[in-house]
């Protein structure tokens, strides 16, 4: 299948909120986007009609809106995650000085699967930025390889330091702290038919790896970022 959305993958993309650009990405089946943004500042309230997508914060306090109306916000600061339901309308707004940084996971791959029904910075019922505001990646922003030994590998965002990690069993994932943040690159947990209870894009803690492996498994092996808190 042909890749979708390739102008994104290596170019950095301006929004009137700060800015995003994919820090990995497996073919159509996942996507991560970093999202830096500024104090004060705020999504669109918008939704993804056909796509699962979730959020592990990096750096600063995030309001998330969920739903049609503000009184169903969370206040949620990093490291923290957030899962966010198909067609679940939603806003993330930075409430830190230092504005936020996020992981935004979202499977499958789809820019255009987004539909905007408010806008602090008129791009309601607009589609997703176009050409015209991206610019090429400089060398210095930090983009993740596809974790392919048991050899992990690190990276620092400011005071944050994950590691992508490859796991053909829950051994080394259980012996982390119990809300270490694990989002799925790759592979999955499985019951005794083979159905997937976990795969790409799903953001789960320790505690939650710990009630999984007493009953499902991993198959083959499972791909991870991996943050602590």
Sequence with gaps: MKNKDILYDNTL???????????????NNLCVTLLSINHNQTTSLHCHPNKKSGFILLKGKALFQLGLWKKKSEVHISPSKRMISRGLFHSIKSISKEGLLALEFETPVDKNDLVRLKDSYGRKNKSYEGKKFTKKLETNFIKFKKPKSQNKQTYNFGKRIISLELHKDFKKILKNKSKTIFGILGGSVVDKKGRKVLSYGDIVRTNDMRIFSKAFNIHKSLSVVRVVK
């Design 13 to 27: 993309v301006r929004k009137p909120w700060g800015y995003e650009y994919v820090v990995y990405r497996d073919r």
